[in-house]
């Protein structure tokens, strides 16, 4: 089955650690999206990738750093620099971006 | 910045209807989208709005009224399995890849 899979489904990070969640999707879509969800608040666009080897910062890119080498990949490391860093991760895709967004099953990131 | 304004809770009773409103004010709009998010899962499409006018799907319904800024997302036949958080999002240019969301409403559905 096509679908959108990110993992782990929980993560802890320590002070000072940088942390990486994958995500993966066998749609054949060209646009990846990462989103942060935090209680009360919308969604929120870190970064965002409309082809391969290119990626643009959304609204919160502050402390998160991604690659898109590979179609089917885009992973988000959320570096030391963020300092507010617990949060619902989501990973989206769309088929040319403009279209309807498809949504892993999100990450939830805590800081021990 | 968007400014997207969703109520925060709903409660109604299993049979039902529910109406979320959600209203806009952006620097500009290509098309409104609505999701459904369980707690701790994935939001799904529900539906999707670029004209005017009401789209029915089931029993679900989307409404959109571009002069005003407005929108609603009418669910019928309430059912338990409804309980959930309905997200509001607006494309804000044509050639723009990104959506702005609202906070969400959750939806609490009483036997």
């Known amino acids: 089955d096509g679908g959108i899979t990110q993992s782990p489904k929980y993560l802890f990070r320590k002070e000072g650690q940088n942390v990486t969640l994958s995500c993966e999707q066998n749609?054949?879509?060209?646009?990846m999206y990462w989103y942060r969800q935090d209680p009360g608040q919308g969604l929120r666009l870190i970064y965002y990738?409309?082809?391969?080897?290119?990626?643009q910062k959304g609204d919160i890119a502050e402390g998160y750093s991604v690659s898109r080498e590979k179609k089917e990949s885009f992973p988000l490391t959320v570096t030391s620099a963020q300092k507010n860093p617990t949060a619902f991760y989501l990973c989206?895709?769309?088929?040319?971006?403009?279209?309807?967004?498809?949504f892993g099953s999100g990450t939830q990131l805590s800081v021990l | 910045g968007q400014n997207i304004d969703q109520p925060t809770e709903m409660t109604a009773t299993e049979g039902a209807i529910v109406q979320i409103n959600c209203t806009y004010q952006?620097?500009?709009?290509?098309?409104l989208f609505w999701y459904q998010q369980h707690a701790g899962e994935a939001p799904t499409f529900l539906s999707y709005?670029?004209?005017?006018g009401l789209e029915e799907k089931g029993r679900f319904s989307s409404f959109l009224s571009r002069s005003k800024g407005y929108s609603y997302l009418l669910l019928k036949e309430l059912q338990m399995k409804d309980s959930a958080s309905y997200l509001c999002a607006v494309r804000v240019r044509s050639n723009d890849y990104k959506l702005s969301f609202g906070a969400g409403t959750t939806v609490t559905v009483r036997a």
């Open positions: 989206a895709s769309s088929r040319d971006g403009l279209e309807k967004l498809f």
């Open positions: 952006t620097s500009g709009f290509n098309g």
């Open positions: 709005n670029v004209l005017d």
């Open positions: 749609l054949n879509h060209d646009a």
């Open positions: 990738s409309q082809i391969v080897n290119d990626f």
